[in-house]
């Protein structure tokens, strides 16, 4: 049976390997920090989108205000209107009435009147 020969682990070969090590580190390290900074540029880009989306936020409520504000004075003037059509309403059933009152006793004159003409004659 033939058995394999196994290199020793002299202090070059171990040299070697640490050689090897380090520099595989140092690029994993160059990776992960460019890594890093790409993901740092998105956040930064992400948070300026959000500022942005912030700002439009901001200006639709600024809108909002104000509409809001133009609804409280046409509520408003509708509350106005709305007094002076209960006012005129109240008016023109002050004017209607007295106009029956007057047509009832215009009537009941109108009606003696023939009465006692008919009597009369």
Not at 2 to 15: F, K, N, P
Not at 31 to 38: H, I
Request: proline content about 0%.
């Amino acid at each position: 049976m033939e058995t394999m020969v196994r290199e020793g682990w002299t202090d070059g070969r171990l040299d070697e390997f640490e050689r090897r090590g380090d520099e595989r580190f140092a690029g994993l390290q160059g990776e992960m920090k460019q890594g890093f900074e790409q993901v740092d540029k998105r956040f930064e880009e992400v948070d300026r989108r959000f500022e942005q989306v912030d700002k439009r936020f901001e200006e639709v409520d600024r809108r909002f205000a104000q509409v809001d504000k133009r609804f409280e004075e046409v509520d408003k003037r509708f509350d106005h209107i709305d007094g002076r059509l209960d006012t005129i309403g109240a008016a023109i059933e002050s004017v209607r009435n007295a106009i029956v009152f007057g047509a009832v006793t215009m009537s009941s004159a109108l009606l003696a009147g023939l009465l006692a003409l008919l009597v009369q004659s």
